[in-house]
């Protein structure tokens, strides 16, 4: 009988360091983002358009070298108000000017400017929205500032300063980061403030840990899906405030082009020639609408709650 058993049993060695192991699969946050994005076919093909319209948005006006002040022969008839043709793919303008060049060049401008603003409202708004958020001395003035400024017409400010400032790239950033900020620091100061007193930042503070240290590794990481949502609505707001401004004549000035400027100078011909109008506003509609999708889908796949 005490034979059967040795044969149906064995002893198995003691080791200490297996108890430590955890069976269970590593998992790796930006790994779980990216396959989390990859899943939805049509947000990649969405993607891979809007990187191929950004690209060459970059690359196509420094072969064209188009120069909005070039006027080809402004007397001669037969080159202004051709319609779409190989040699002119969008036609030319009342000025002879090829359409096609102009529109790129537009749209490079528009998504420079976009996307500088957006980073640096988007910088400044969480680095000071979080420590506005975490600080309650700091929350008392801070607020009275936001006050002040969000009662302020943006379009108002933004003609003062333009007239003050000039036209011009640096000028027209300045204008559009001046008091944007200061809207997603607001955002973000009332997201912290809702986690800022749960009991593992409580528990963090008793034990001594910095304000800053608390910030970076307590709160911000549970913002990062909220972060992602809201620069994915900045891009495309920023692009569209960049043609808006330029539609009134108060953004890149006549010697820089820009879809917002197209806009205005061809509305008096949306009648008699509609294409000059229709193709920089379809631009325009193409570069927000896939910059939005494409920014929430990232929003949605850097929320944990969708990873599997």
């Known amino acids: 009988m005490e034979n059967n058993k040795n044969e149906l049993f064995t002893f198995a060695e003691f080791d200490e360091s297996k108890s430590e192991h955890i069976e269970a699969p590593r998992y790796s946050y930006w790994k779980s983002v990216w396959r989390t ?5 049509f947000t990649v093909a969405v993607c891979i358009f809007m990187l191929i319209v950004v690209v060459f948005s970059m690359i196509q006006p420094i072969f064209s070298q188009y120069d909005p002040m070039y006027m080809p022969n402004i007397n001669d008839a037969t080159l202004k108000f051709l319609g779409p043709s190989s040699q002119h793919l969008f036609g030319t303008d009342n000025f002879g000017r090829d359409v096609f060049d102009a529109c790129w060049a537009g749209a490079k401008n528009s998504l420079i400017i976009g996307f500088v603003c957006t980073l ?3 910088i400044l708004g969480v680095v000071i929205g979080a420590i506005w958020g975490f600080s309650k001395k700091m929350d008392r003035w801070m607020i ?8 302020v017409p943006f379009l108002l400010l933004a003609m003062v300063l333009s007239y003050v400032l000039g036209s011009g790239f640096r000028s027209l950033i300045f204008i559009m980061c001046v008091t ?6 607001y955002f973000i100061r009332t997201q912290v403030m809702i986690i800022r007193d749960r009991e593992y ?9 910095s304000t800053w240290t608390m910030i970076t590794k307590n709160i911000l990481p549970y913002l990062i899906s909220v972060i992602m949502t809201y620069t994915a609505r900045e891009i495309p707001a920023n692009i569209s405030y960049e043609v808006f401004l330029s539609f009134l004549g108060l953004g890149l000035g006549q010697q820089n082009a820009s879809l917002g400027r197209m806009i205005s100078q061809y509305t008096t011909y949306m009648n008699a020639y509609p294409h000059l109008f229709w193709i920089p506003v379809s631009i325009l509609a193409v570069i927000s609408i896939s910059l939005y999708i494409v920014g929430q889908a990232l929003a949605d796949a850097s929320d944990p709650r969708t990873h599997r």
């Open 37 to 41: 994005f990859v899943r939805n076919k």
């Open 120 to 122: 640096i409202n988007m």
């Open 144 to 151: 009275e500032i936001y006050n002040v400024i969000s009662n």
């Open 180 to 185: 944007n900020w200061i809207y997603v620091a």
């Open 201 to 209: 930042n409580l528990a963090s503070r008793c034990l001594g840990t």
